[in-house]
Antibody, heavy 122, light 107 residues
Framework: EVQVVDSGGAVVQPGGSLRLSCAAS????????MHWVRQVPGKGLEWVSL????????SYADSVKGRFTMSRDNSKNSVYLHMNSLRPEDTAFYYC???????????????WGQGSLVTVSS | SYELTQPLSVSVALGQTARITCGAH??????VHWYQQKPGQGPVLVIY???SRPSGIPERFSGSSSWNTATLTISGVQAEDEADYYC??????????FGGGTNLTVL
């Protein structure tokens, strides 16, 4: 059974930093790209970042580029989102998501974590 | 930036057919994916690559895409289908793009 478990959400002051973690199981982890998607409470979904299967390539939404860094440790079946210079508008649930097996250049997300709440407030 | 337009809400009687649209310029040229999200839960993939259904998703869920509109169809709507639904595509310049979401109400 595929499982994706994200963690690390917390209350952080503006300008602060935080690291989210995501542990995956039930599939061959280093065969798949992974993503982060966020959702402001009560609002829609926003794609945040992507990391390829071996961690050599990443991509970010313009809203987080230069502030967030995604990494992975295939020996631990885990991915991470390092968030710096946090702003109040970064307040959201952050979901880790596995890229679908049949993406073929059109990525989709076939398994999602339960979400970690990041609150940026003084 | 590439934008996907969904109706804010759709209402359908129990057992009838619900159609949720996702509009964008030439969306028929892209692969469209659909997600269901219930309150307090993470999204669940219900349709990928326009019309493919993941294992475990009921047959009443189907998808289609053509020209400027993609459509998620739920035939014989059940009470448990009441949820928010999001369409999604991948844009080579901006990455993942989601529609604004549609709240489905089952009457």
């Amino acid at each position: 059974e595929v499982q994706v478990v994200d963690s690390g959400g917390a209350v952080v002051q503006p300008g602060g930093s935080l690291r989210l973690s995501c542990a995956a199981s039930g599939f061959i982890f280093d065969d798949h790209a992974m993503h982060w998607v966020r959702q402001v409470p009560g609002k829609g979904l926003e794609w945040v970042s992507l990391i390829n299967w071996d961690g050599t390539s990443t991509s970010y939404a313009d809203s987080v580029k230069g502030r967030f860094t995604m990494s992975r440790d295939n020996s631990k079946n885990s991915v991470y989102l390092h968030m710096n210079s946090l702003r109040p508008e970064d307040t959201a649930f952050y979901y880790c998501a596995k890229e679908g097996t049949y993406s073929s250049g059109w990525p989709y997300f076939d398994f999602w974590g339960q979400g970690s709440l990041v609150t940026v407030s003084s | 930036s590439y934008e996907l337009t969904q109706p804010l809400s759709v209402s359908v009687a129990l057992g009838q057919t619900a159609r949720i649209t996702c509009g964008a310029h030439n969306i028929g040229d892209k692969n469209v994916h659909w997600y269901q999200q219930k309150p307090g839960q993470g999204p669940v993939l219900v349709i990928y690559r326009d019309s493919s259904r993941p294992s475990g998703i009921p047959e009443r869920f189907s998808g289609s895409s053509s020209w400027n509109t993609a459509t998620l169809t739920i035939s014989g709507v059940q009470a448990e289908d009441e949820a928010d639904y999001y369409c999604q595509v991948w844009d080579i310049r901006t990455g993942g793009v989601f529609g604004g979401g549609t709240n489905l109400t089952v009457l």
